[in-house]
């Protein structure tokens, strides 16, 4: 039988508008979070080229 998850805090990612959860990494920084990745993160200001991609 499978452990039931607790309900885990949500946010929208301000890049992609993706909803992600809170991750135990993110424990003591959980208020400043605004990315749900390092791709988001790295494309915070509106650049859509990424390594190899289109530009």
Not at 3 to 11: D, G, I, N
Not at 24 to 35: D, L, P, S, T
């Amino acid at each position: 039988m499978a452990k039931k998850q607790p309900k885990l805090p949500e946010k929208i990612c301000i890049v992609c508008g993706r909803p992600f959860t809170w991750r135990k990494k993110w424990e003591k920084v959980w208020g400043e979070v605004k990315y749900c990745s390092d791709r988001c993160r790295r494309h915070r200001d509106g650049k859509t080229s990424d390594k190899g991609g289109e530009s």
